[in-house]
């Protein structure tokens, strides 16, 4: 059956208890890997909500400073660029997202930060970056780990464009969160924090650190893990 109001409803609630009746378990899973059209907007806003605390800890463990260039991975809407922008004086932004729905949403809703030439959104996979080597101070990603179907390629773009000494911050929802969730069955990969690190260390990189906050909806728990390139 067709995803209505229900699926965005429960992408507000993005809890394991959530009631699918009525609900497509497949498309919500397509939807949440590239939003698409004008039901990809919809997705889009409601990912802002949903997302939100997971995004809020993200950008506050970037540690933000003057003059940084900074990629997200995966930046949807980009609703959140605001707060990456304002965090310190001339930093620079780059968005890139799988979905071009969403590339021209976060063009239309940050077209001053880009008139400004503070950001820049394109649409590309991660596993194929169109960018230069050594270009990034930081790079993160929040909640596309769980669609890489070879990890270890859009690892070796990621660590292409990072400076050396640059920084990984990969966001998620860790197993024991996401398991209970119907649509997980479908293209998503879920990892522990000790399944990132073996990751991000076959990868290339150190100095992992782990942070893990719970977050103030019920039963949701946000997992940064942070690495370096060296």
Request: neutral net charge; aromatic residues 10%.
């Amino acid at each position: 059956m067709p995803i209505t109001v229900g699926f965005l409803q429960f992408l507000l609630c993005y809890g394991p208890d959530i009631c699918i009746k009525n609900m497509d378990v497949k498309a919500i899973a397509e939807q949440l890997r590239k939003p698409v059209g004008d039901l990809g907007k919809e997705v889009g806003l409601k990912m802002n909500e949903g997302n939100l605390y997971i995004n809020q800890y993200t950008i506050a463990a970037l540690e933000i400073k003057s003059h940084q260039q900074i990629l997200e991975i995966g930046m949807g809407n980009g609703f959140f660029v605001k707060d990456i922008l304002s965090a310190a004086p001339s930093v620079k932004y780059t968005g890139c997202d799988l979905s071009e729905t969403m590339v021209a949403e976060a063009r239309s809703l940050n077209s001053r930060f880009i008139q400004k030439r503070q950001a820049e959104f394109i649409a590309a996979a991660s596993d194929e970056l169109p960018l230069f080597d050594a270009l990034f101070d930081t790079v993160f990603t929040v909640n596309t780990l769980y669609f890489w179907e070879h990890p270890q390629k859009d690892l070796a773009e990621i660590h292409r464009v990072l400076k050396p000494g640059g920084k990984l911050f990969i966001a998620i929802r860790p197993a024991s969160v996401m398991q209970g969730l119907p649509f997980v069955q479908y293209g998503f990969r879920l990892y522990e924090k000790e399944d990132v690190a073996v990751l991000l260390k076959s990868s290339g990189f150190g100095k992992i650190h782990v942070i893990e906050k719970p977050e103030p909806v019920e039963k949701m728990e946000t997992l940064i893990v942070r690495a370096e390139k060296i």
